[in-house]
């Protein structure tokens, strides 16, 4: 399972790029998860997206034309968390924002991915770890 990490430190108010990165055939998740337990001022914003490339990189899609879902599946992913302190359903501190889903075209050996995290209010202080199995 290809793990990248990045260990805890320091983002700055920016634009901050992952990847793009080779996807094996057969490995069918993308896991991409961020550390919350130093991200104490609310007023701390972090907004990812995800694209995904079925030909090695050339064309990353879907595009905003109106271009139908498959064979893209769930992409773009897309999701945003507000620094400060995080509390689930049960009432406990929520320790990990990221996201878990499913990549398409699994026998395709020409998936690439790649991501771009925005942070904006303040600094977020982080480790990033994604996961592709």
Do not use: C
């Not at 805890?8 to 069918?28: E, N, W």
């Not at 337990?37 to 109106?66: H, T, Y």
């Not at 509390?87 to 075209?105: H, N, R, W, Y």
């Amino acid at each position: 399972m290809p793990i990248h990490s990045i260990p805890i430190r320091d983002y700055p108010i920016r634009s901050h790029d992952i990847g793009p990165i080779s996807i094996a055939a057969g490995l069918s998740r993308i896991k991409l998860t961020f550390s919350r337990n130093e991200w104490l001022n609310p007023a701390a914003q972090v907004d990812v997206v995800f694209e995904i490339s079925l030909d090695g990189g050339i064309i990353w899609g879907p595009k905003a034309s109106g271009e139908d879902v498959f064979p893209w599946g769930v992409f773009p992913i897309t999701f945003s968390a507000q620094g400060g302190e995080f509390i689930g359903k049960e009432g406990q501190i929520v320790a990990f924002s990221g996201f878990d889903m499913p990549l398409p075209e699994l026998q395709n050996p020409n998936r690439q991915i790649r991501g771009f995290v925005s942070v904006r209010g303040d600094i977020v202080r982080t480790a990033v770890v994604l996961e592709i199995n």
